[in-house]
Nanobody, 120 residues
Framework: QVQLVESGGGLLQPGGSLRLSCAAS????????MGWYCQTPGKQRELVAS???????NYADSVKGRFTISRDNAKNTVYLQMNSLKPEDTAVYYC??????????????WGQGTQVTVSS
């Protein structure tokens, strides 16, 4: 299985910045993509940003121009640089990885979540 370990969450004021990190380990032949999702009480988990092994990235409209996702394939680590943070960014952020021996065995794996709170 794949284990995902997150770090970097915290409490800060609007306009501040955070950098989230997620390192994947375990029995992995290939990680096809990694990403970040957010979830608040009463809402379903939503995609924030994702990136493929070829560094093709995708962002939610609400974070375009403010957040940047990057990936270190050698370390199986994904980062989310969060700038110009707003109170509405407050959520639990979960790391995600899609991994498997091949396309037919590809599965989703999730981190434990890290809290990001933006408040004045």
């Amino acid at each position: 299985q794949v284990q995902l370990v997150e770090s970097g969450g915290g409490l800060l004021q609007p306009g501040g910045s955070l950098r989230l990190s997620c390192a994947a380990s375990g029995s992995i032949f290939r990680i096809y993509s990694m990403g970040w999702y957010c979830q608040t009480p009463g809402k379903q988990r939503e995609l924030v940003a994702s990136i493929t092994s070829g560094s093709n990235s995708n962002y939610a409209d609400s974070v375009k121009g403010r957040f940047t996702i990057s990936r270190d394939n050698a370390k199986n680590t994904v980062y989310l640089q969060m700038n110009s943070l707003k109170p509405e960014d407050t959520a639990v952020y979960y790391c995600n990885a899609r991994a498997g021996l091949d396309l037919s065995s590809m599965r989703n794996y999730w981190g434990q979540g890290t809290q990001v709170t933006v408040s004045s």
